[in-house]
């Protein structure tokens, strides 16, 4: 399962099938990072620092990812990261949408008078250590709340897309969310590339998506 599609997973409230309530684009933007991640890890595009570079010009076998590739260039090879995730943010709900029904297409969810309901449902409560478990929303939990467990590097980045959308306050009860908040931060901070996207988004602030997209001068 892909970086986008399990990032969505964690911000479905699994009661109501809807979103749970999150800042203005921070989810789009979250999107629009595990996204570059996808690339950066189909070795389509490289990042440096601040920056993107754009390795291919096609990705076989994913039209999705192709086509965020296709955002992405515009006739350029390099671009400022916050430039790429304004360009992909600015897509954000028709790649929400494409997201949910290719989620809707392997059987994970179900739509249902526009809400979108777990097949199966997540566990709400940790699973004892050593148990299997097989959804993002108990792997995350299990991951925070137990400190024997070692992150696995694709957790490591949803824990980081998690974070740069403002998700993890909503995935805990309060006092579950205190005796874990800082073990999340430190898994956060173990993906360099993900973190940084993760600063990007939030350096993003208020700007306005459209003159970021168009300035070859952001950095």
């Known amino acids: 399962m892909t970086f986008a599609e399990e990032l969505l997973l964690l911000a479905l409230d699994p009661d109501t099938g809807k979103f749970h309530p999150l800042p203005r684009m921070s989810l789009e933007l979250s999107l629009a990072g595990a996204l570059l991640l996808e690339l950066a890890f189909q070795e389509a595009i490289d990042t440096e620092p601040g920056t993107v570079v754009i390795l ?9 990812l192709d086509a965020a590739l296709q955002t992405l260039r515009q006739g350029q090879d390099r671009i400022p990261l916050q430039q790429a995730l304004a360009r992909l943010g600015l897509q954000g709900h028709t790649l929400i949408r494409r997201t949910l029904q290719r989620l809707v297409g392997q059987g994970v969810l179900a739509e249902k008078d526009d ?77 360099f590339v993900g973190q940084a996207i993760v600063e990007a988004v939030h350096g993003i602030g208020d700007h306005s998506l459209l003159e970021l997209a168009a300035d070859e001068t952001v950095s």
């Open 56 to 64: 291919k010009d096609r990705i076989k076998r994913s039209d999705f």
């Open 115 to 191: 809400s979108f309901l777990w097949i199966k449902r997540p566990l709400r409560h940790p699973v004892a250590h050593g148990e299997t478990y097989d959804n993002v929303v108990d792997r995350i939990r299990v991951l925070a709340l137990d400190p024997e467990e070692i992150p696995e590097p694709h957790d490591v980045v949803l824990v980081a897309l998690a974070e740069g959308c403002k998700l993890h306050r909503l995935l805990f009860t309060p006092e579950e969310y205190e005796q874990c908040r800082e073990r999340l931060k430190m898994i956060a901070g173990m993906d």
